[in-house]
């Protein structure tokens, strides 16, 4: 919990800090707004991750300092461990033999650390960062702001997901205070993309289809649509998100193709639609509107398994809570 990561940091010196393989802006931005912090309170700290950062998070303040690293060499007093489920998710090796600090937002995530400290209420990890930075008396440099900010606007899509609290709109009217500029942060994440990307997008929109009550939707990539786009990492982020933009689809599935046999899928809803549990039933996880899984076998059949698991879903949810409307968002998280 928060009180007992505030008296590690007071207590020890020589920390590093990781996420997950193929990072996003909460994993890359709550990290580098960490090892910030824990400089600025006159620490030693290093953002070590396995895998490359996505060209969106280059930007960032001390994005350029990352060390990439396959297994973990030397002893820190501590490592932090940002969102991930489980400790083989940022895939370096002998990780499990240091002390570690697990920080997440999800409530799949595994209890793996020495220290954990899990808050599913908050809207991103940067927003726990920042309550860290309160809780622990540092003060909100421009660079922590700029990192925390990205974590914010990516995990909240601009503010508009449902994890979206009063809090998170506090948090990031104190991250403008201390200098960033929302423009600056939106226009690296939403329009500085390769053409690669539209190349994909048109390609993957052409497989779009949607079930007979119209409520579900489904999407595929596959292998040969990457190679004749020249997609290039990220290239597809939010794509999962365009079919929500039509009123009536309450569901969305994005399988991705990652070899022959085995797809990567993920699942997006509004409101009280819950994809995290359909995740869990083939082994995956996430939040109630945004989830995802892996799957093995042939497409078709894969991809029939999980639209009917999703379209039953759907029926049930729809059910149980009375008639859905799209304007009946309720903000579970507080
Ligand atoms: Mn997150």
């Not at 960032?60 to 396959?70: F, R, S, T, Y």
């Not at 990780?95 to 600090?101: A, E, G, H, I, W």
Request: charge should be negative.
């Amino acid at each position: 919990m928060l009180s007992q990561v505030v008296e590690l940091i007071e207590n020890k010196h020589n920390f590093a800090i990781t996420t997950h393989a193929r990072p996003d802006g909460d994993g890359i931005g709550s990290s580098l707004g960490l090892c910030w912090l824990l400089r600025s309170l006159g620490k030693e700290a290093e953002v070590i991750v396995s895998d490359g950062i996505p060209a969106t998070y280059h930007t960032l303040p001390g994005a350029d300092e990352i060390i990439h690293v396959a297994e973990m060499i030397g002893k820190y007093d501590a490592v932090f461990v940002i969102e991930c489920s489980d400790i083989e998710r940022p895939g370096i090796k002998n990780l499990d033999q240091q002390f570690t600090v697990n920080i997440d937002h999800h409530t799949t995530c595994e209890h793996f650390g020495t220290i954990n400290w899990i808050d599913p209420t908050a809207s991103a990890v940067g927003e726990m960062i920042y309550n860290l930075c309160k809780a622990i008396g540092g003060r909100i440099s421009r660079e922590i702001a700029e990192c925390l900010y990205m974590a914010l606007v990516t995990d909240t899509g601009s503010f508009h997901f449902p994890n979206t609290t009063d809090r998170t709109l506090k948090v990031a009217s104190e991250l403008v205070k201390a200098g960033v500029k929302p423009a600056k942060i939106s226009e690296a994440v939403y329009n500085s993309y390769p053409w690669s990307r539209i190349e994909l997008m048109s390609k993957v929109l052409a497989t779009v289809k949607r079930d007979a009550s119209g409520r579900v939707a489904w999407m595929r990539q596959t292998l040969e649509m990457r190679e004749s786009s020249g997609m290039l990492d990220g290239d597809n982020n939010g794509f999962v998100n365009i079919p929500l933009a039509a009123k009536e689809i309450v569901a969305s599935i994005y399988m991705r193709e990652v070899r022959p046999q085995f797809y990567r899928v993920s699942l997006r809803s509004k409101g009280d639609i819950n994809v995290a549990r359909i995740a869990e039933k083939f082994g995956g996880g996430g939040h109630k509107n945004a989830a995802g899984l892996r799957i093995e076998g042939d497409w078709n059949e894969c991809e029939r398994k999980i639209v009917a698991a999703v379209i039953e879903s759907v029926n049930d949810d729809i059910h149980t809570t009375n008639g859905y409307t799209l304007n009946d968002y309720e903000l579970t998280l507080v």
